[in-house]
């Protein structure tokens, strides 16, 4: 999950997703829609932060509509729902039926499956709006055969299994070893390995950004304003690429000074 600023709003950049394990739980129903994901009746806020509560309401709670109007200390949970039984606690990767995200495109779904700690999302078929939205936001979904995810659907129901998602190399791998292959745009798969959202590609030209601003500056001085400039401070998730290109500058400027 992104990090978060001291508003209570999700930084910019993300996690990396590189080689990413984790347990999986299954959630086999077929057209999932975001208002299952998050109900209406908790979008009342435009921060990513501060939903994983809201997730999968009306399967979770037997008092949903409660809980959208109370908050999350009401809550009467459904022991049934695999994601509330104790023994799943740190799911991270979830396998769902056909056509997960169908329905109304609120960015709010991603958000409160990734706010509840879910990175990863493995289904036969994603509705494109809500799968683009998982990569704005850092998430992982892949698209296997069907044949494939019953397979993960079993594996699923060991609450002690662990699969591997290899990037990478575009590989699911299950507990005894066996690959599934997937594929994946390479723009998109760029963007999770380097944890990279839109303000983080932005902000990878930040010194052509500023480079522009100081000529614009010295030749039309009457454009200059505050809704024109990069801000001087931008909340940056901690493993945000920008630090390790910040150290490698402050590094080269030592060995200047040094030399």
């Known amino acids: 999950m992104a990090g978060i600023s001291e508003d209570g709003e999700v930084k910019s950049g993300l996690p990396k997703f590189q080689i990413f394990k984790g347990k999986s739980a299954s959630l086999d129903i077929q057209n999932i829609d975001t208002d ?3 109900p ?3 979008l009342k806020t435009i921060k990513r932060a501060g939903l994983g509560f809201a997730a999968f309401a009306e399967l979770r709670y037997h008092n949903a509509d409660e809980v959208a109007s109370k908050g999350e200390d009401v809550a009467i949970p459904n022991e049934d729902f695999i994601l509330n039984k104790p023994e799943y606690n740190g799911t991270s990767i979830l396998i769902a039926g056909d056509n997960f995200g169908c329905g109304s495109s609120r960015e709010h779904a991603p958000w409160s499956i990734n706010d509840m700690g879910i990175r990863c999302i493995i289904s036969t078929s994603f509705a494109d709006i809500f799968y683009n939205n998982c990569f704005n936001n850092g998430m992982c979904p892949l ?3 069907r044949e494939e995810v019953e397979i993960l659907l079993e594996d699923a129901n060991d609450p002690n299994n662990e699969l591997t998602v290899d990037l990478p190399n575009q590989k699911v791998i299950r507990g005894n070893g066996e690959t599934f292959d997937f594929e994946m745009d390479a723009f998109r798969k760029m963007c999770l390995l380097n944890g990279l959202d839109k303000i983080g590609l932005t902000l990878e030209k930040v010194d052509k950004i500023s ?8 030749k039309y001085p009457w454009l200059d304003g505050a809704s024109l400039k990069v801000p001087d401070k931008v ?3 901690g493993n945000a690429p920008i630090w390790e290109k910040k150290a490698e500058q402050l590094a080269q400027k030592e060995a200047l000074e040094n030399a």
């Not at 480079?211 to 010295?218: D, G, H, N, P, V």
Request: charged fraction near 25%.
């Open 211 to 218: 480079e522009f601003e100081t000529m614009r500056s010295a």
């Open 36 to 38: 299952m994901i998050i």
């Open 235 to 237: 909340a940056m998730h």
């Open 40 to 42: 209406k009746e908790f």
């Open 143 to 145: 698209v296997l055969t």
